[in-house]
């Protein structure tokens, strides 16, 4: 049996983790996660070192790839096995994997073999098989992916909605659990300067800014913002896209649209700073299990509007159905867009009711309880195994 008083180890896998968090949720999820989880268990991490930019963070494991051009050109990595892995493994008491399809995650669990160390695969919407590469990803699922999910204690799916497209999509799956990710508050509370923001990007004070933010890619909903800003038609609005381009030609698309400014990554300050310097942020996409950005905008007295699709609509609809469009449409996009600039007092009530339902069911506190729980079922069947 476990000594009563000895912290449990957990081993946290996922492909990148701070500082690399232009890559998406995923490394924002899990760094928000074991920043929570500081003082509850003894925590490992196992990530991509991604380029040369120092890294000393403690009790993080940075594997070397053997081709960095892979990672830039087809979000290809391929980590170095290395003994430091093998070390950590070996002594957990319990895995947890983050995302689906990556070779970090494969070597990891065939080294896990070795050791039978019960592990747990939060999806962060990587499960699903959709937007690119279907048969490649069919292929993997015969050939790697069954035998690693059968193997899990416990999968996380971030909403209901998910959780019912994985059980539909592979029935062997039996036990499918959902937590969504929570909101780490205390980077929201840095104060903003929104004269900042303006300055360094180049942005007219005069302009009124709609803000497009997310990783760019064909799911997450820039061609309909395009086309509902066209339609909104107002001289004294800019809109700003915002985010990691993945396989988008932004240059060539903004071209001969008048008013829109790409501003590329942004880290927390300035991310926060563009949020706080908007009228109204845009995030309409498809398939996005749990967005952060509309919950951050919300939560900074920003209204965000949202795709009618999958899993951050079912989080926001039950307080806040006025911010959630049907997918793709632009022309209810531009009128809703209107709406909220012209309807200051029906803006701020909305806010405010939003505010309090994502402060008291979002909380990282929430989301560590609930991981808690599964980490200490499978334990305890580990010790009495």
Same mark, same amino acid.
């Given at each position: ?14 492909? $990148?983790?701070?500082? !690399? ?14 920043? =929570? ?10 990530? +991509? ?24 050109? !087809? ?12 070390? $950590? ?22 080294? +896990? ?11 962060? &919407? ?8 279907? @048969? ?91 086309? $509902? ?26 071209? @001969? ?49 949202? &795709? ?48 309090? !339902?994502?402060?008291?069911?979002? =909380? ?5 309880? $609930? ?7 499978? &334990?305890? &069947?580990?010790? =009495?195994?």
């Amino acid at each position: 049996m476990q000594n009563a008083n000895k912290m449990m180890h957990i081993v946290h896998i996922s492909f $990148a983790y701070y500082p !690399y968090m232009n890559l998406g949720g995923v490394p924002r999820s899990v760094f928000d996660l074991t920043r =929570s989880q500081r003082g509850r268990y003894r925590l490992t991490v196992i990530t +991509n070192r991604i380029d040369d930019r120092p890294v000393n963070l403690i009790n993080v494991i940075y594997l070397k790839n053997l081709s960095r051009d892979m990672i830039y050109r !087809y979000q290809l990595y391929t980590p170095r096995i290395n003994t430091d892995l093998i070390e $950590a493994i070996k002594e957990a008491d319990l895995l947890h994997f983050h995302g689906y399809r990556n070779l970090l995650n494969d070597i990891a669990f065939f080294v +896990n073999r070795f050791f039978k160390k019960p592990y747990i695969i939060t999806t962060h &919407g990587t499960l699903l098989n959709y937007e690119s590469k279907k @048969g490649i990803k069919r292929v993997y699922d015969r050939v790697l992916g069954r035998t690693f999910l059968k193997g899990a204690g416990c999968i996380v799916a971030h909403s209901d909605v998910e959780r019912e497209e994985i059980l539909k999509s592979y029935p062997y799956l039996k036990e499918v659990v959902v937590i969504p990710n929570g909101i780490f508050v205390q980077d929201l509370k840095k104060v903003s300067d929104v004269r900042v923001f303006y300055e360094k990007y180049g942005i007219d004070t005069e302009k009124k800014i709609i803000l497009f933010i997310g990783k760019i890619t064909p799911r997450k909903g820039l061609e309909v913002c395009l086309d $509902a800003f066209v339609r909104v038609g107002k001289r004294d609005l800019l809109l700003v896209i915002a985010g990691e381009t993945i396989g988008y030609d932004i240059k060539r698309r903004l071209r @001969g649209i008048q008013n829109v400014k790409y501003i590329g990554h942004l880290d927390m300050e300035d991310k926060i700073n563009a949020i706080c310097a908007s009228e109204v942020v845009l995030y309409p996409t498809i398939y996005e299990a749990f967005g952060y950005v509309p919950f951050e905008s919300i939560l900074l007295g920003k209204p965000c509007i949202v &795709g009618d699709d999958f899993g951050t609509a079912e989080h926001l609809s039950p307080v806040a159905s006025d911010l959630v469009i049907s997918y793709g449409d632009s022309i209810e996009l531009s009128n809703l867009i209107l709406k909220l600039l012209k309807e200051t007092p029906y803006r701020d009530r909305l806010i405010n009711r939003v505010k309090s !339902y994502v402060l008291n069911n979002y =909380s990282m506190d929430r989301v560590v309880d $609930a991981y808690d729980k599964i980490y200490k079922k499978l &334990g305890e &069947g580990q010790n =009495s195994s």
